[in-house]
């Protein structure tokens, strides 16, 4: 029973974490894409607040997608550390740790957003502001977790070069993927600290944008590929007894 365990457990742990990353791309591309950058008109506080009173339950829902893609980064974290540990033990615990700084970095940042709901929907709130100070409150507060989340991109982006460092000596994943998981890691970097040093940033948005996106997309995405159907068979013919949690 115990070997049993033992020979299936990489690929339950690869069928986790590919899943889980593919369903965090999903949540993810709904609530930034279609919810965010349809409700969000950055510099227009009267037309943002207006948008999100008149789709109050798209808001929400682009809430909770950015929740259920909080909560799939903890279990994300967990496979893969639990994956990569044949590599280097000490590293895996690094990467799990920076995820889930990442994770708990992303959760204020959502926090910002439920501020936002109470902004809108209090009416004991338009005794305190006016109109226009009330709106100001919420772009303030989409300000706020915009900020936030860049600063917990930082430390994904960390992340993805120490995953993409073990991939790349592992010997039973691609170095290909080890290698543009860890050109990701810069584009988020870059993109990060162009934010804050830059006040010219949105000249050059479109660029950085392209220097995030691309390479970021490409590796999850490989990453979760390989997990599910080709990383299931290559992880089973590790040793067994790196998997045991000691």
Request: charged share 10%; hydrophobic share 60%; glycine share 6%.
């Amino acid at each position: 029973m115990t070997n049993r365990i033992t020979e299936t457990s990489p690929r339950i742990f690869a069928k986790v974490a590919g899943f889980g990353l593919l369903l965090m791309a999903m949540h993810a591309m709904f609530a930034n894409f279609f919810v965010l950058e349809g409700l969000i008109i950055p510099g227009d506080a009267a037309t943002t607040a207006n948008n999100i009173i008149a789709n109050d339950l798209l808001f929400r829902s682009g809430i909770i997608s950015f929740i259920i893609v909080l909560l799939l980064d903890v279990v994300v974290a967990w496979a893969l550390y639990i994956i990569l540990i044949p590599v280097n033990k000490n590293l895996s615990l690094l990467a799990a740790w920076l995820r889930l700084i990442y994770t708990a970095i992303f959760g204020i940042a959502i926090y910002h957003f439920l501020n936002v709901l109470e902004l809108l929907s209090g009416a004991d709130y338009l005794t305190v502001f006016e109109t226009d100070e009330l709106h100001a409150q919420v772009m303030l507060s989409i300000n706020a977790f915009s900020n936030i989340w860049l600063i917990g991109l930082i430390f994904f982006g960390l992340h993805l070069l120490v995953v993409g460092y073990l991939a790349f000596k592992s010997g039973y994943m691609p170095r290909i993927l080890g290698v543009v998981l860890m050109v990701a890691c810069f584009g988020y970097l870059i993109d990060s600290f162009a934010h804050f040093l830059l006040s010219n940033y949105t000249d050059y948005e479109a660029i950085f944008l392209l220097i995030v996106a691309v390479p970021g997309v490409i590796g999850e995405l490989f990453l979760a590929f390989w997990l599910l159907f080709k990383g299931r068979s290559n992880l089973l013919t590790l040793n067994s007894e790196s998997y045991r949690i000691r």
